[in-house]
């Protein structure tokens, strides 16, 4: 299928509303992203220690099984599309697991831990009679298996054979933050899922948009977690399709930030104070002392830290107007008992109820809402300037926005001509 | 045996702590809380797993308060009333005066124009003494099943 977008700019300014909406656009977002070049987040390694351990993840709608061979099938990361060879049923149907093979509940065929199909019941039939026919070949009907990486305990698949190696994919900036995130061994804390009524690239954009931070979660600037006036910035990788909004521990004053959002309607600087301020304590733990990090992965993934609260997030697109995300919280091996507890307690910050994020949710779905019958009106991006697009030594912009928009754009094939890159 | 005054202190415990939620009386339902507290959020998931993560966690009453207060004129969320459905009571307990309670929980949320959706149901798992004839709760733990959070989490289950 082709389709065009007719841009207003060739900047990605304006995006149209109905690119929210249409059930093609989607349908090729999967094919041409999600099954396309691109590196999509999977889980972390230190959920599937042992041989023989899984977990089923979402590489965009397609469902997909991470599992660490057995002994025996040569102990190395697998992923695989978890449907059954034969008729299409889920596999693999627990979250996680353990297992020294995975058999279909329908038909019991029967797949190695790497994802290949090794068993067929009645495969010679009964008493010399039925059976598959004799030329059917198991491998070439095994399940597609996606391409892995492991960047430092991060695990990536992509479906793509022309994907570019993981290192240049997420570049320098990329692996770097990763290698940041997880510079010891972690413990995972647990889960935690939303489903947001809206389009998967609203959060996408929600992720790339510094701008938004500090005035629709109002509990950054009110309790002085993050606000824009503190040092920080935007970075991208070099096409402009990953992003990583940033900030540093107390490099600003409280005069700083009252004289920038003075008069800014809604926001109550300075009005409260927590009654219990343990949730906003913090004692920097990374060697470049910010407080607050989300590099950001083009399709699907996010790391965070907010103060001590660590994580990943995953989004999992479901349909053209809903989209899961999927967060892993973690902490370091080495924590103490007293460190994992201050961990749990920031986790009243992120997350579906969490201070500083669920405001996202609902951010979303009124997009969702007010935009639906839309076919030529677009949206307004421009904080931050028009035209090229880079990274910005201050934080109230949102031109990672249209980074993302121009390599999405390259992807689906709908470029505006001369568009920015 | 569990005492007939436990039983009614328990039974206006929980028929409180769902109506003051539902009726907007958030500081109200604060005031069912001991002090020395523990109110947290978890989902089954994460329990199932032996996971520690929590959705919210307030391990003091100071911290419901500051939860409540920052809903109030903090947070923003989705607009709506929230309606809690508490099975029957499951008690027990009763060693140095803490009773337990174990109930199943549904709560449906409307919204503004009128549509009411599932929001989550699951269990709660409460500890409570006696202040006189009326029940303190020394903490209360809401393991969801339902793990995937439909918008957001702003009020209280």
Not at chain 1, 141 to 163: E, I, W
Not at chain 1, 232 to 258: P, S, W
Request: charge should be negative; proline fraction near 4%.
């Amino acid at each position: 299928m082709t389709f065009e977008i007719r841009w207003e700019r060739d900047d990605y300014s304006r995006i149209p509303f109905h690119l929210y909406h249409d059930e093609e656009v989607y349908a090729l977002e999967m094919e041409r992203i999600f099954r396309g070049p691109c590196w999509s987040y999977l889980c972390l390694e230190a959920e599937i220690p042992n041989p023989g351990d899984y977990r089923t993840t979402w590489v965009g709608d397609t469902p997909v099984v991470v599992s660490r061979a057995t002994a025996e099938a040569g102990g190395a990361i697998h992923a695989f599309v978890n449907r059954c060879a034969h008729r299409g049923a889920q596999i693999v149907r627990k979250t996680h697991g353990n297992a020294a093979e995975h058999v279909c509940i329908y038909h019991r065929w029967c797949y190695r831990t790497d994802g290949e199909l090794i068993g067929i019941p009645f495969r010679r039939g009964l008493k010399g009679e039925g059976g598959m026919p004799k030329d059917f070949d198991m491998a070439a009907a095994s399940p597609q298996r996606l391409k892995v990486a492991n960047v430092s305990g991060m695990l990536f698949g992509t479906f793509s054979d022309d994907a570019e190696p993981i290192e240049d994919y997420l570049g320098e900036f990329g692996t770097g933050m990763v290698r940041r995130f997880f510079h010891k061994p972690i413990r995972i804390l647990g889960y935690s899922r939303q489903l947001i009524r809206g389009n998967w690239k609203l959060y996408a954009e929600n992720l790339r948009d510094t701008y938004h931070a500090s005035l629709l979660h109002e509990f950054f600037v009110t309790y002085g977690v993050d606000r824009a006036t503190q040092k920080g910035g935007v970075k991208m990788d070099a096409r402009h399709r990953h992003n990583m909004n940033h900030a540093y521990t107390a490099t600003d004053t409280q005069a700083d930030a009252q004289a920038a959002y003075a008069g800014t309607a809604g926001v109550k600087l300075d009005r409260m104070r927590l009654t219990d301020t343990k949730l906003l304590q913090h004692t920097p733990e990374f060697a470049d002392r910010m407080n607050l990090a989300a590099p950001t992965f083009f399709p699907n993934a996010l790391l965070i830290q907010i103060n001590h609260s660590l994580g990943t997030r995953q989004i999992r697109p479901k349909g053209v107007d809903a989209v899961e995300v999927f967060q892993t919280l973690f902490g370091f091996a080495d924590d103490t008992e007293e460190q994992t507890r201050h961990r749990l307690i920031s986790a009243n910050l992120v997350g579906p109820a969490g201070f500083v994020s669920m405001e996202d949710g609902e951010a979303i779905e009124i997009i969702q809402k007010a935009t639906r019958n839309e076919r030529q009106a677009t949206n307004i991006i421009e904080m931050g300037g028009r035209g090229a697009i880079s990274d910005l030594a201050h934080r109230v912009t949102e031109t990672p926005v249209r980074g993302f928009w121009s390599y999405w754009s390259e992807l689906m094939g709908v470029e505006a001509p001369g568009g920015v890159r | 045996m569990i005492p007939a005054e436990v039983r009614h202190a328990a039974a206006d415990l929980m028929a409180e702590y769902g109506l003051r939620i539902d009726e907007d009386r958030l500081e109200d339902w604060v005031e069912l809380f001991d002090e020395a507290c523990d109110y947290k959020v978890v989902i089954r998931e994460n329990v199932e797993q032996g996971l520690p993560n929590v959705l919210m966690w307030c391990d003091n009453k100071n911290m419901l308060r500051d939860r409540i207060a920052s809903y109030r004129d903090v947070n923003e969320y989705n607009l709506h009333w929230d309606r809690h459905v508490i099975g029957p009571l499951r008690l027990g307990g009763g060693a140095d005066g803490v009773w337990t309670i174990e109930a199943a929980y549904t709560l449906v949320q409307t919204d503004l124009e009128g549509v009411s959706r599932l929001f989550s149901a699951g269990r709660y798992l409460v500890e409570f003494v006696l202040a006189g004839a009326a029940a303190r709760i020394r903490s209360a733990k809401v393991i969801a099943d339902t793990g995937l959070i439909p918008t957001l989490l702003a009020t209280p289950i």
